[in-house]
């Protein structure tokens, strides 16, 4: 079989990454930085103030990773009618010409998947420490009267972190109870 031109599933993916690399990480880490300030400057109105730095400080950190690993990616990403455009026709090529212009554009594509899901990585991160250290600024100082809605809005915004961290653990606990399930089988 012939090897074919490589292309993002769905085709607009790597437009939507491109927005998220470019717009929003800038955006959120901005916000956190923000907050980090806040929270520096107002320690002593945070119940947690130094876990809720570093959650912030992670947050901004994950999502100028986000940036940088989404844009040293996008130079891997391009398709038939970008080569064409800078070698000229592929008809009018040799077949080895245009073999070796296909390769190329294959590694290059896997180049930009491996990049692209760093930057995916530190971006799900980025907004994981954001949720938290929300969370963490959210909750009432102790020994005073907080409403009710205060504590819900921490635990809304904790609610997110608790479920991508059970979703991403559930694995490792079914497997680690299915091993001593066959250990406690074994030893009957």
């Known amino acids: 079989m012939e090897p074919s ?3 993002p599933a769905p085709l607009n993916w790597s437009a939507a990454r491109e927005g998220q690399y470019t717009t929003a990480a800038p955006l959120l880490g901005g916000a956190s930085i923000t907050l ?62 245009h073999e070796e212009l296909i390769q ?27 949720a938290a250290g929300s969370s963490l600024a959210l909750a009432p100082l102790a020994h005073t009267a907080a409403p009710a809605w205060r504590w819900f809005a921490a635990g809304t915004t904790a609610a997110p972190v608790v479920v991508v961290l059970l979703v991403w653990v559930m694995p490792y606990i079914g497997n680690a109870i299915r091993r001593w399930q066959a250990d406690n089988h074994d030893s009957t």
């Open 5 to 7: 031109w490589r292309k």
């Open 104 to 130: 190329d554009q294959r590694k290059h594509y896997s180049r930009w998947i491996s990049l692209a899901g760093r930057a995916d990585f530190c971006y799900s991160s980025g907004l994981l420490c954001l």
């Open 36 to 97: 980090l300030g806040l929270v520096i400057t107002d320690r002593d109105k945070f119940r947690w103030p130094d876990p809720t730095l570093l959650a912030l400080a992670l947050t901004t950190l994950f999502m100028v990773m986000a940036v940088v690993w989404g844009v040293r990616s996008r130079q891997y990403l391009y398709s038939r009618s970008d080569v064409e455009a800078w070698w000229g026709p592929l008809s009018e090529m040799s077949d080895d010409r």
